[in-house]
């Protein structure tokens, strides 16, 4: 998913914790662009587990669920339209397993992802460049896949739509990006026709509380390497906590907040580079305790006429 | 230029937001209906035969005041006064009550019974702790309403409703007091209108009745259901459908049929239906003995069984020698080749389920956290009686007939499931990975099958036209226990028959009950 922290979380969110991809060299949330007519192609492969979660803001584990995994492998595009207007787009397919208990795991393609970024503003202030992006995203579901099955569904199979402001400051080699986020949550639909949350609801409708998330990263970079520094934070504008020894519900209020560590490196063989990550959820509410990591490469294809030089 | 397309793209983003954006609120399926208008009152019912009620005129209930007595008019005034100012809270108050008040307590319940429907998390040693009525706001809260608690409350809810409404028929045509509203043509019906009589209000009886059966069911919920019933009753009040003093006698004949139930249910072995560690030791040596694997808990750490003592209560319908008269023959043994084959076949069900199978187990699983299969039936029961504009005493009389198939099929799977002790699929082969949880008891016979073939046996008697639908529900409803990899197909094979048997009891009561 190229979709961020906050569409990843959502999916996520739920105790399934399936991460954003990140891999990505320009992703939706950094605060790198591709140059005009290049497309940058990134499979990631990623893999997340938790062996607690909290159960409203009660930590636990589950010996009927052991420990929890999640694998994801995606594809995803990021296309310049021009130098400060860049479409992506992208889909995993996502395995999960429960090492314990006799729940069966869940697989398939989960949403579709695009967003829009622009580049609207980059004054030099001071020694350094602020840029500043606006971006809209949304997510689409691609498989009528099994969102009321958690934490084992692959996703929440909501339709999202967000928006986000994101602000870098670069001086030198060392910059710092912040974000915020609003993502924009449809009703989704269940299986059955009754559910509980803290009331009876007799329909197979769902309310999806909407999401709001912030993300700070900041290190180095350079042409070569990109070493950051990773903090995110999502919270769910409402939903109810999952009560003692109950089942988790895809409209559950959901917290999170993870610290992380990525790194980008563009190798010395054209056109290729290499993309790590691994974070960890120090605190949260009604999701998994997740331990994530994942790899990437990415592959530029340039079809501008005259060459342009890469970010 | 750059600028140009970058909105152009924004534009088409809100675009599609806006259009995805059309799926914002979510309401219930009954949250807007109309009042209720029987298209018959069911005048007679009075006479209709009742469960425990030896007589409908067994509580006395006292005459009422006279249309023309001043103390009615104080009843009239009070109505007035409400009517002068209506707000649109206490007008949604009226249109959710007036819908019906069998219906609405329904509702209730089973909101309550998915509310408690948790099983207890586990002492730091491992043990589970059960929970107890004599220890209200503990935790674990009681009860844990697993399905057969909750069949049992139904039932008890149910019936006294149905002998209470017997009786308040039985006393309306006696006195045939008319409605506020046709007795003072200044009152307005803000709940619809209905030619029945008035006195005892028939909405207070069945507040009576719930808030009464609370004490037993529900203890943690006495001041929530107080609050309820003083709802409904100030409802029915301003809605001018009926006068203070029909309202109080209503919960007051309410309150004392209800009293009949609770001491019957005091008595029918659900108090001792969790066992001891001695009884459930037990079970794994009867099976033992002839030479079964017994079943073991696949919960970790390992819980003691659902309500193994269960098939001991005391039925509505079927009494012990049915209970044991409806017990089938075995399961195949469990080392036997046909069990052998049959673990494959689950093994093989639940290898590489389809979307549609993943459907129906979600459809009907109705595990931890829901108002459990009985809680289902009742909701597929409500909105088909929705649609045949019953009275309140015919919308009673079903639900207790339904109600109490679901209880003895409940006591009668039970029954089974113990006397059998036999393991589920996961437990012959661990490598069977499962689409819902496991249930946390025996695997012979599927409770699912016996509940949706009582319900769909005595609901297809009372709705003819919808019979082949129940009984195709009911198969599906078995079905899913397979794809979810639960249960063997035996399971509920002979589920389905026997739970049609014992639907069949509640069929045949309804046939004399003097209301059909």
């Not at chain 1, 399936?18 to 662009?33: I, S």
């Not at chain 1, 006799?102 to 579709?112: I, P, R, Y």
């Not at chain 1, 993309?275 to 530029?300: F, H, P």
């Amino acid at each position: 998913m190229i979709n961020t922290k906050t569409i990843a979380l959502l999916a996520v969110a739920a105790l399934c914790l399936l991460r954003p991809m990140k891999g990505f060299a320009q992703t939706d949330d950094d605060a790198l662009m591709m140059a005009k007519k290049n497309l940058c192609i990134n499979p990631t492969y990623s893999y997340s587990s938790w062996d607690h979660y909290w159960e409203g803001t009660f930590k636990r584990n589950n010996l009927n669920l052991g420990t929890v995994s999640t694998q994801s492998v995606s594809l995803m595009g990021n296309y310049g339209i021009t130098g400060k207007l860049n479409f992506l787009v992208g889909a995993p397919y996502v395995w999960t397993h429960a090492s314990a208990g006799t729940l069966a795991g869940m697989h398939g393609v989960q949403d579709l992802s695009a967003w829009v970024k622009w580049l609207a503003l980059s004054p030099k202030v001071g020694n350094g460049v602020v840029s500043v992006f606006l971006l809209g995203g949304t997510s689409l579901p691609l498989t009528n896949y099994l969102a009321d099955y958690l934490p084992l569904s692959i996703g929440l199979h909501s339709k999202t739509f967000s928006g986000r402001l994101m602000v870098d400051y670069q001086l030198g080699k060392f910059f710092a990006t912040a974000s915020g986020t609003y993502t924009y949550r449809d009703d989704i639909t269940v299986d059955r026709t009754a559910y509980y949350t803290t009331t009876l609801h007799q329909t197979n409708k769902v309310y999806m509380p909407n999401v709001e998330s912030v993300n700070f990263r900041t290190g180095y970079r350079s042409n070569r390497w990109i070493i950051e520094a990773l903090f995110s934070d999502m919270i769910t504008l409402g939903g109810f906590d999952i009560r003692k020894n109950d089942m988790p519900f895809p409209s559950n209020k959901m917290e999170s907040t993870m610290v992380g560590v990525h790194v980008k490196y563009v190798t010395p063989i054209k056109h290729l580079e290499v993309s790590a990550e691994g974070s960890y959820t120090v605190a949260g509410r009604n999701v998994g305790q997740s331990k994530s990591v994942d790899a990437g490469i990415l592959y530029i294809l340039d079809f501008s006429k005259s060459k342009t030089k890469q970010p | 230029m750059m600028v140009k397309s970058a909105f152009r793209l924004l534009w088409l983003l809100v675009l599609i937001a806006v259009m995805s954006a059309c799926n914002k609120s979510v309401s219930d399926r009954t949250a807007n209906l109309p009042p209720l208008a029987p298209s018959n009152q069911d005048l007679n019912a009075g006479s209709w035969l009742p469960i425990l009620l030896s007589r409908p005129d067994t509580f006395a209930v006292a005459a009422p005041a006279a249309t023309s007595s001043p103390a009615y008019a104080a009843d009239l005034n009070e109505i007035k006064g409400y009517q002068h100012s209506i707000t649109s809270d206490q007008q949604s108050k009226i249109d959710y009550w007036a819908a019906g008040g069998v219906l609405r307590w329904n509702e209730l319940l089973r909101d309550l019974v998915a509310k408690y429907n948790l099983p207890p998390y586990q002492n730091s040693d491992g043990s589970y702790p059960i929970p107890s009525s004599t220890n209200p706001f503990a935790y674990p809260l009681f009860p844990f309403s697993n399905p057969p608690y909750a069949a049992r409350a139904y039932a008890y809810v149910s019936a006294a409703q149905y002998d209470a409404l017997v009786a308040c028929w039985f006393y309306k045509q006696k006195y045939k007091r008319g409605t506020p509203y046709s007795v003072d043509s200044t009152i307005k019906a803000l709940g619809g209108k209905t030619a029945l009589a008035s006195y005892p209000s028939e909405g207070a009886v069945l507040a009576g009745v719930a808030a009464e059966m609370m004490q037993l069911l529900f203890p943690d919920e006495i001041a929530f259901v107080q609050q309820k019933l003083q709802e409904q009753e100030q409802s029915l009040i301003m809605s001018g459908a009926a006068a203070r003093s029909d309202v109080t006698a209503g919960e007051a004949l309410g309150r004392q049929v209800a009293d009949l139930f609770i001491a019957r249910a005091r008595g029918d072995n659900a108090g001792k239906a969790v066992g001891t560690p001695t009884d459930w030791a037990n079970f794994s040596t009867a099976a033992e003995a002839k030479n079964q694997v017994p079943w073991i808990s696949l919960e970790t750490p390992a819980r003691p069984p659902m309500l193994p003592l269960f098939g001991k209560v005391k039925g509505f319908l079927c009494d012990s020698a049915a209970v044991v008269a409806l017990r089938p023959g075995p399961p195949p043994s469990t080392s036997s080749d046909s069990m052998k084959e049959a673990t494959l076949a689950a093994y093989n069900t639940i290898k590489n389920p389809t979307r549609e199978q993943t459907r129906i187990v979600q459809f009907w699983a109705d595990g931890i956290g829901t108002y459990t299969p009985p809680g289902h039936w009742n909701a597929i029961a409500a909105q088909d009686f929705i649609g045949q504009n019953y009275s309140e005493v015919r919308w009673a009389r079903n639900m207790a007939l339904l109600n109490m198939a679901e209880m003895d099929a409940g006591i009668v799977c039970w029954d089974i499931k113990y006397f059998y002790f036999n393991p589920r699929p996961t437990q012959m082969n661990p490598a069977i990975k499962t689409l819902t949880g496991v249930p946390n008891f025996p695997s012979y016979v599927s409770g699912h099958s016996m509940f949706s073939s009582a319900a769909a046996a005595i609901l297809g008697h009372l709705i003819p036209a919808r019979a082949g639908a129940y009984q195709s529900m009911a198969q599906q409803a078995a079905d899913s226990r397979v794809y979810a990899g639960i249960h063997y197909q035996i399971d509920c094979t002979v589920g389905m028959t026997v739970g049609q048997n014992v639907g069949n009891y509640a069929v045949k009561r309804a046939t004399l009950d003097g209301a059909e």
